[in-house]
């Protein structure tokens, strides 16, 4: 059975005394509060993992991820973070093809394959982004645009390595713009990726696989979103940085 999942991406946001007090009131709240079998993942910065993991470590529903990794196994790559040292700190997801590292940072379909085979040699997870632009969306495209992009970052996978991975549709015109999709552009996006990896992978795979919807999603939307057949969660960004808001969004199941 797929899980529910709420992930916070901080992106580049919280030093470490900040990080800290939002993750102990995340997990305070949650343990007082959540009683459904939703996780939690928490996507910090890099500098503020190792602690940020040492107040999760042991919760039995807050994981930790990370916002990208490299895609070398180590040696001189002056900056890049390795998958090993990720997961030596308590890592356990790492969130890859976000738009704004495809954007911001050129990571094309190809880097973010490689980058995906090394996150899961590591035994950790890739949250895997994909979602179309507004022009591509109003192009009629969009369907195929982000299918396109899981065919290209994932489908080399075996079947095995695929049902580690855990898929976030987030159209960019929605992210950090607070404009959300509809609960029906959502469901609609979701259920032609689960045919998707049904197609390339079989109906039982493709029924265990989460896909976790992200785009200025937030306490007062969320429960309409998560309502979708196939929307199994999401990836919050701005609302995650609250922890009352990220935690009411968990509620929302
Ligand atoms: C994101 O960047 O992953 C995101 C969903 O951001 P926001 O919730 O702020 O739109």
């Known amino acids: 059975m797929r899980s529910k999942i709420v992930a916070g991406n901080w992106k580049m946001n919280k030093n470490l005394d900040e990080g800290l007090a939002l993750t102990s009131e995340i997990v305070n709240m949650f343990k007082d509060e959540v009683n459904s079998d939703a996780l939690a993942i928490i996507a910090a910065p890099f500098p503020l993992l190792s602690g940020v993991n040492g107040l999760i470590k042991d919760t039995d529903n807050v994981f930790l991820a990370a916002q990208t990794c490299s895609e070398y196994a180590s040696g001189a790559y002056t900056g890049e ?27 094309s379909d190809e880097i973010l394959a490689k980058k995906t085979d090394t996150v899961l040699q590591a035994g950790m997870k890739p949250i ?35 049902s580690k991975v855990v ?73 995650s940085l609250k922890s009352r808001d990220f935690v009411d969004i968990i509620k929302a199941f």
């Not at 994909?130 to 369907?143: A, N, P, Q, V």
């Not at 976790?212 to 309502?227: D, Q, R, T, W």
């Open 167 to 239: 898929i976030a549709y987030e159209p960019i015109w929605a992210i950090g713009t607070g404009k959300t999709a509809s609960a029906e552009q959502a469901q609609e996006m979701h259920e032609k990726l689960r045919a998707h990896v049904a197609e390339k992978y079989g109906k039982d795979i493709a029924d265990d696989t989460s896909i976790l919807y992200g785009g200025s999603c937030k306490p007062g939307n969320a429960a309409e979103i998560f309502a979708g057949k196939d929307v199994d969660g999401g990836l919050i960004g701005g609302a």
């Open 81 to 107: 973070v390795s998958t090993s040292m990720l997961s030596s700190v308590g890592v356990a997801y790492v969130i890859l093809g976000h738009s704004e590292r495809r954007g911001y940072f050129h990571e």
């Open 128 to 162: 895997f982004c994909c979602g179309e632009s507004l022009e591509t969306r109003e192009s009629g495209d969009h369907f195929k645009f982000v299918c396109d992009q899981l065919t290209a970052g994932l489908f080399h996978l075996d079947a095995d390595a695929f």
